[in-house]
């Protein structure tokens, strides 16, 4: 099975992690705005780093599933 993120999901999963950190940490009033810019401008979908971004989670994301896949191939009827 083969499963991968397009640029709208890891935008919205990006997004999702960055409210709750900046709801559940103790930043700054200027350090809230750093991060909130940062996110805008540099994690957009389509922009470099967005882009590396989303390889590093469909990498991340194969990898995860081929060892899931290998762990239910070796799993003993025993167990």
Same mark, same amino acid.
């Given at each position: 099975?083969?499963?991968?993120?397009?640029?709208? =999901?890891? *935008?919205?999963? &990006?997004?999702? !992690?960055?409210?709750? !950190? &900046?709801?559940?940490? $103790?930043?700054? $009033? =200027?350090?809230?705005?750093?991060?909130?810019? *940062? %996110?805008?401008?540099?994690? %957009?979908? /389509? %922009? $470099?780093?967005?882009?590396?971004? &989303? =390889? %590093?989670?469909?990498?991340? &994301? =194969?990898?995860?599933?081929? /060892?899931?896949?290998?762990?239910?191939?070796?799993?003993?009827? *025993?167990?």
């Amino acid at each position: 099975m083969r499963v991968q993120i397009d640029d709208e =999901e890891a *935008w919205a999963m &990006l997004s999702t !992690v960055m409210q709750q !950190v &900046l709801e559940d940490a $103790d930043f700054s $009033d =200027e350090d809230r705005a750093a991060l909130r810019r *940062w %996110r805008s401008e540099q994690m %957009r979908p /389509g %922009r $470099d780093a967005s882009k590396a971004l &989303l =390889e %590093r989670l469909n990498q991340d &994301l =194969e990898r995860l599933m081929k /060892g899931k896949e290998r762990s239910r191939i070796q799993k003993h009827d *025993w167990v």
